[in-house]
């Protein structure tokens, strides 16, 4: 038998050797589903403290259960270990590395890199290696392939395989995860996107096999660019409304009621998480290269960046009505992970918010269910949740909801506040009733 034929026979009997580079929100779910799917699987994570968790049999992800992580981890399905040099014995390797930007606005490819010349030190005939990791078009190809398959001389698609296979971890679902979520998959070469199908459909319920990585990077972009701009949209409808005097949430709702040709989208304080603040400026930083300038991108990044800044010109304007002063004042923002319900706060414009409303002088203190402390890394302050919600609430002059956790009691938060300002709309037609609230 050929390598390739070799290689997928061990996959579909799950006699193939797994690993997974990266146990954070994407790796540790993807471990789990190929460990119960029947592959033995070896986390690789330089954070001993997420090996020493696993050791034990738990979870640190929130959508990841305890139970769940200890019943593979006892039946010796799921190990996990900071010694890359474990992959010299893999078959499989997946790569799910974070991918943030730089402060500059360009591409953080220094976990890629790191991850991929570790695994190049281990690299063997007979091994496909998936990419899932959020980058720019080409990154497969040019970034991966030259350090593992070229330096190696070792032949991509004969004797050993890769591809490129988009996350599409939404933390906090419960109805779409990580199995049922269909996985598109993309090969260096048709040989390269033969294997790395064979491998994931040993797992995950749909498969789409897609003709080149570059398709797959792209598709990834355009799933997440698509959701950047029409949330940049309906933040401009907000502040067009605001101008008008309507109530852009009535105007939404209206349009949702359409079955056809709409797909309702809410304005907010600022875009959060891992993937659409940042996959689409990815795109627009690549296509630099060809100077080619991504408008759509840029325009709903500038409207998106500066909504922070908007809601805090709005709780100022709101709080002068009121004949209220931001300066000096008490100022309690309720939520800061950047969406409900999960413990998450990368990229959340609740740490904008805070920032900006402490340089305008105010007194902010926080409360989040899920987030019991917070760094702004780049200010350097940082701030614990207050313990009693509603004495705080109470206390404030002001209360900022900026993410709708639901185990919040907002009549309530209304009840017993001096005056709130809405900035998801989480209050409902209480707060549109209410004089003391203030709605985005």
């Known amino acids: 038998m050929t390598t390739k034929e070799t290689l997928i026979k061990k996959l579909k009997d799950k006699t193939a050797t797994i690993a997974i580079l990266g146990l954070g929100y994407v790796g540790l779910p993807l471990a789990v589903v190929f460990g119960e799917a029947g592959f033995h699987v070896t986390g690789v994570d330089p954070d ?24 593979l981890v006892s039946s010796g399905m799921l190990t996990a270990t900071t010694d890359f040099s474990v992959l010299k014995n893999m078959d499989a390797v997946s790569i799910c590395v974070p991918t943030p930007l730089r402060q ?4 953080d490819m220094s976990f890629i890199i790191s991850a991929t010349e570790e695994l190049g030190k281990y690299m063997h005939k007979g091994m496909v290696i ?43 679902r419960e109805d779409y995860t990580t199995i049922n979520t269909p996985k598109v998959v993309g090969g260096i070469t048709e040989a390269c996107g033969d294997v790395a199908t064979a491998w994931y459909e040993g797992a995950i319920k749909i498969v789409h096999h897609v003709s080149t990585a570059e398709a797959a990077e792209m598709s990834k972009l ?45 304005p907010g304080p600022g875009l959060g998480g891992h993937c659409i603040p940042i996959d689409p400026l990815y795109l627009s930083w690549k296509m630099k290269s060809f100077n080619y300038n991504a408008r759509f991108i840029e325009l709903a990044s500038e409207i998106n960046t500066n909504m922070p800044r908007y809601v805090v010109s709005r709780i100022l304007d709101a709080m002068n009505d009121r004949s209220m002063m931001l300066k000096g004042s008490k100022v ?44 702004h890394e780049y200010d350097g302050w940082k701030m614990d949740s207050v313990k009693d919600m509603m004495e705080s609430v109470k206390d404030a002059d002001a209360v900022i909801i900026v993410t709708n956790h639901k185990d919040y009691d907002y009549q309530a938060i209304i009840e017993s506040a001096k005056f709130v300002f809405d900035s998801r709309n989480a209050t409902g037609k209480l707060g549109k009733n209410s004089a003391k609230v203030e709605r985005l």
């Open 104 to 107: 500059t606005g360009d591409p």
């Open 332 to 375: 309690l923002v309720l939520g800061v992970a950047y969406k409900p319900d999960i413990d998450d706060v990368r990229e959340s414009p609740a740490m904008d918010v805070i920032g900006l409303l402490k340089k305008k002088g105010a007194n902010v203190e926080y409360h989040d269910p899920f987030i019991p402390h917070i760094h």
């Open 222 to 266: 355009l799933e997440n660019t698509f959701r950047m701009i029409n949330i940049g949209l309906v933040n401009e409808l907000a502040i067009m409304c605001e101008r008008l005097g309507v109530d852009v949430w009535e105007v939404i709702d209206a349009a949702a009621t359409k079955p056809f040709g709409f797909m309702k989208f809410t």
């Open 130 to 172: 998936v990419l899932e990791s959020t980058t720019y078009p080409g990154t497969t190809r040019e970034v991966l392939l030259p350090k593992l398959g070229i330096e190696h001389e070792l032949v991509v698609g004969e004797d050993w395989f890769l591809a490129f296979s988009p996350e599409r971890v939404d933390p906090g």
């Open 48 to 71: 001993k403290r997420k090996v020493d968790a696993l050791a034990k049999g738990q979870s640190y992800i929130p959508d990841v259960k305890t139970e769940t992580v200890a019943k």
